[in-house]
Structures are given as C-alpha cells and as structure tokens.
C-alpha cells in the first residue's frame, strides 16, 4: 500500500442552485486521474436545488419536513427525530440539515445520491478526460457511540464494500465476515481537512490502491436489508 494523501480543494465558489458542479471542480486542475473526491452532501442539495423555505424565526419550522422526508419514524425524544428516509438511511431528523445555509432555508438531501455520484464522474470523464472515483458525503450520528462522522451517501466508481472475506489475515488465518465500508472510512478521513466550518466542501483523496476503484452503490451494498438487521 502507497501513502495516501487527503488535499482539500479551497477556494471554491458559494453553489447555488443549477450550478455546474463538474466544471466548478474540475476546472482548475489540481484533480487528476486515478484520484477519489470526497464531495458534501450540501452542495450537491444546493447545485439540485434541494433547497427548501422555512420560517427563520421559528426554530422548529423545519419540523414538518422531516416528517414528509421520513418513510418511518423510529424514536423521538424532546425536538429530535430518529427515522428512516426514502432513500433507506436511519439518521437525525431525515438528514434534513439547517448549517451551512442560508438563513430561511433548509437543505434536503439528494433525491438519489449515487446518482448525483454517477454524474459528477462521468462529467469529469466527459468534459476533462480525468477518470476518478466520486463519493457524496454526509455528517450522521452513531447509535452506542457519541460524536459525529461522515459517512457515504453516494458513490460511483468506488467499490462501497471492500470484501476481505477469504482472505488470509497477518497468521495466515483465513478471514470469514471481514468486509471493510470503503466510502464510509474515506468520507470520514477527508472531513478531517473539509471540517465543518471551514467552507471547504471537497476534498481528494490520492494515491487509492487499484482495487478501490470498482462498480457498486452505496444503496445496493452498504444500506442493511431490514431482514439482515437485528435492530429494526
């Protein structure tokens, strides 16, 4: 295994809806082939116009949103909301998320993520000639476990499971369940230079081994079918 590097891409213009996220990205160079971007959920909403009104007085105006962007409540305590969106994600109050937008809006998350992943490669590859992974990243929180991490909500030309099963391990044992969350372990490493505060939404992450790189989606291999999950 090479050395990796995570490069925060800085400077990058405020999105707003109908931005053109691959020209944004690719247009100054610093992505090359072989690369993995790491991209934030929000301004991908922003660039799909997933953005939504709400009252800036009222605290809690983005309430009913959570309840129409939810296929299932699972627990509420106080003004937190625990449920399942469409998209099949568990997480806090839908992912609808109030940070880093403006005041009086609301940012919902993508309609379909790998989707929004897909896109972004392929206008790389189209418009720039630069074949990369991408990766959509969102910030959730962990059941057991305090503290936030980002995670993967979308991906495209990186395998999301990376499977060890068979493998040998360092005794030349044979490994039986080992299967590593590829885009969740490089989402939560490129936050570490994105942060949350910073402005900087993407980041690259290079020098990926060749077995990354691989067909896949984050709905298809890294979402737990509700009959292989013990908590639901």
Do not use: Y
């Amino acid at each position: 295994m090479n050395k990796l590097e995570i490069i925060p891409i800085e400077g990058l213009p405020e999105i707003s809806p109908g931005d053109d996220l691959v020209e944004i990205i690719g247009q100054d160079g610093q992505v090359i082939s072989g690369d993995i971007l790491v991209i934030t959920q929000k301004i991908v909403s922003k660039a799909e116009n997933q953005i939504v009104k709400v009252d800036p007085d009222d605290p809690l105006s983005h309430k009913p949103l959570v309840e129409e962007e939810s296929v299932r409540i699972l627990r509420r305590r106080g003004d937190l909301i625990i449920s399942e969106t469409k998209h099949g994600f568990v997480c806090a109050n839908a992912g609808i998320d109030l940070s880093n937008v403006e005041r009086g809006q609301a940012a919902l998350l993508p309609e379909d993520s790998d989707r929004s992943a897909r896109r972004i490669r392929d206008g790389l590859k189209g418009k720039f000639n630069l074949d990369v992974g991408v990766i959509i990243s969102d910030t959730f929180g962990r059941p057991w476990r305090r503290g936030l991490t980002d995670v993967a909500i979308g991906s495209s030309g990186v395998l999301p499971i990376l499977d060890l099963r068979g493998s040998p391990d360092a005794f030349g044992r044979e490994m039986q369940v080992t299967e590593v969350a590829l885009v969740d372990e490089l989402s939560s490493a490129a936050e570490l230079v994105m942060g949350k505060s910073s402005g900087i939404p993407v980041a690259i992450i290079r020098g990926a081994d060749e077995s990354w790189f691989g067909l896949g989606s984050v709905k298809d291999q890294i979402i737990r079918e509700p009959k292989d999950d013990l908590f639901r």
